[in-house]
């Protein structure tokens, strides 16, 4: 029978579960309570981290329909679950394990997908979603630009033969 305190850690996951974009798993072995909140800070309200027992997680997890988590779920193990974009929390926890070699990221889900821990890293390489819209909206203005040079060519070289024409019979009377 389970006591209400845990069904209640399991609901409360299960909900962060269903409310994510993504769900990264880290291992946090050796930080201090210090460090876990500048962890916490560096994410910011893109992500909420947690420190969570593995059975009621794996158990939540199933319970929002996540079921690829089962390997990871070993060790002492922290969850990012991501709201905003995930590649900027990916890029946080990317950064501060670089900087503290105790946080091991361990995989996480992205989109219902199992990640790796080198998925995740190569996640955190890609550019903000920002970026890349910026770049595609280059990309189809200067397609915009190229197509309407290609359409007045036709007229500007016309003038410009009339025009030319013109000068050659002004010189020639």
Excluded: C, H, W
């Amino acid at each position: 029978m389970a006591r209400p305190d845990k069904a209640a850690a399991v609901a409360e996951l299960a909900e962060q579960f269903r409310g994510s974009s993504a769900v990264l798993l880290t291992e946090y072995r050796g930080l201090s309570v210090a460090q876990l909140k500048q962890l916490r800070r560096s994410l910011g309200g893109n992500a909420s981290y947690a420190v969570v027992k593995n059975t009621l997680t794996a158990i939540a997890a199933k319970e929002a329909g996540v079921d690829v988590l089962d390997g990871d779920l070993t060790g002492p193990t922290a969850v990012a679950f991501v709201t905003g974009e995930p590649v900027e929390a990916a890029k946080s926890l990317r950064d501060f394990a670089k900087a503290n070699p105790q946080l091991v990221i361990k995989g996480g889900v992205l989109e219902g997908r199992k990640l790796s821990a080198e998925d995740v890293t190569k996640l955190a390489e890609l550019e903000s979603r920002d970026v890349l819209l910026g770049k595609a909206a280059g990309a189809f203005k200067a397609a915009l630009f190229q197509a309407a040079y290609l359409f007045t060519a036709p007229a500007t070289k016309a003038a410009r033969t009339i025009e030319a024409l013109r000068e050659k019979q002004a010189a020639e009377a």
